[in-house]
């Protein structure tokens, strides 16, 4: 089994920076793909960024581009987002998931995810 942790969240004025934190332990030997993922009340997860299993290649979703950026370090089981210009509209909690499938292709559906943290809240004021 795996277990994912997301830390790092809080609240921020828009234009400030936050950077989460996701761990993994457990049979991180199983994990390949990694992702981000946010959601707010009654609204459907949202994908924002994924990371193949050697950090080689990241997507993100079109409304954080240039202002986040992913990153991993499989030697600590660590993955980041790093997230800049923070804008209300990111507002929401976010999940850190992992995945089992080896691709090589960054995952930006949540199906493809077998493992998720609790989620963290990121609250960004006006």
């Known amino acids: 089994q795996v277990h994912v942790g997301e830390s790092g969240g809080g609240l921020v004025q828009a234009g400030g920076s936050l950077r989460l934190s996701c761990a993994a332990s457990g049979r991180t030997s199983s994990i390949y793909g990694m992702g981000w993922f946010r959601q707010t009340p009654g609204k459907e997860r949202e994908f924002v960024a994924a990371?193949?299993?050697?950090?080689?290649?990241?997507q993100y979703v079109d409304s954080v581009k240039g202002r986040f950026t992913i990153s991993r370090d499989n030697a600590k089981n660590m993955m980041f987002l790093q997230m800049n210009s923070l804008e209300p509209e990111d507002t929401a909690v976010y999940f850190c998931?992992?995945?089992?499938?080896?691709?090589?292709?960054?995952?930006?559906?949540?199906?493809?995810?077998?493992?998720w943290g609790q989620g963290t809240q990121v609250t960004v004021s006006s």
């Open positions: 990371i193949t299993w050697s950090g080689g290649l990241t």
């Open positions: 998931a992992a995945s089992r499938i080896v691709s090589s292709r960054p995952m930006v559906r949540s199906a493809s995810y077998d493992f």
